[in-house]
C-alpha cells in the first residue's frame, strides 16, 4: 500500500494511462517474451544460431526484471530511467541480432514489435515522470 501511495503521488503526464491497464499489457507482453525469448534461447542452445544472437535477449531480461524492484522498491525514478532505457536499448539490439544474424527467426522481430511499441511509450513516460518529480 505504501508503494501505491508514492506512485500515486508523483506527478504524470495527462496522457499516462491507468493504472490497471499496466497489468493486462504486461500479462500478453509476456507470453510474447516467453515465446519469442524462448526460441532464441533454445536455438542458442542447440547451437543453431550463435550465443552472441541470445546475449542482448538475456540482458533485456535482466534490465526488464530489475524495472519494478527499482521503480518501486527503492522508489528511485532516476535508476529506473535509466533501466528502462537499458530495457529499450537491449531491446532493439536483440531485434537486430536476430534480423541480421538469424533470418530464419525474423517472426521474432515481428513478434515483438507490441513489446518495441510498449516499451518506447513506457521510456517517454518513465523519463517524463522523472523530469516531473524531480
Known amino acids: 500500500m505504501n508503494t501505491y501511495n508514492w506512485y500515486s503521488q508523483l506527478i504524470k503526464p495527462?496522457?499516462?494511462p491507468p493504472?490497471?491497464?499496466?497489468g493486462p499489457?504486461?500479462?500478453?507482453?509476456?507470453?510474447?517474451?516467453a515465446a519469442s525469448f524462448g526460441t532464441v534461447?533454445?536455438?542458442?542452445?542447440?547451437?543453431e544460431i550463435p550465443w552472441i544472437v541470445a546475449l542482448p535477449f538475456a540482458l533485456n531480461l535482466v534490465f526488464n526484471f530489475a524495472f519494478t524492484p527499482i521503480q518501486f522498491g527503492l522508489k528511485n525514478n532516476l535508476l529506473a530511467?535509466?533501466?528502462i532505457l537499458l530495457v529499450l536499448g537491449t531491446l532493439i539490439w536483440a531485434l537486430y541480432m536476430v534480423?541480421?544474424?538469424?533470418p530464419e527467426l525474423r517472426w521474432v522481430v515481428y513478434a515483438n514489435i507490441p513489446y518495441l511499441l510498449w516499451v518506447t511509450f513506457a521510456t517517454c513516460l518513465q523519463l517524463t515522470i522523472t523530469y516531473l518529480n524531480k
Open 14 to 16: 495527462t496522457w499516462s
Open 19 to 22: 493504472a490497471w491497464l499496466f
Open 25 to 33: 499489457v504486461w500479462t500478453v507482453l509476456y507470453v510474447i517474451i
Open 41 to 47: 534461447f533454445y536455438k542458442a542452445f542447440t547451437k
Open 81 to 83: 530511467s535509466i533501466d
Open 99 to 102: 534480423w541480421n544474424n538469424a
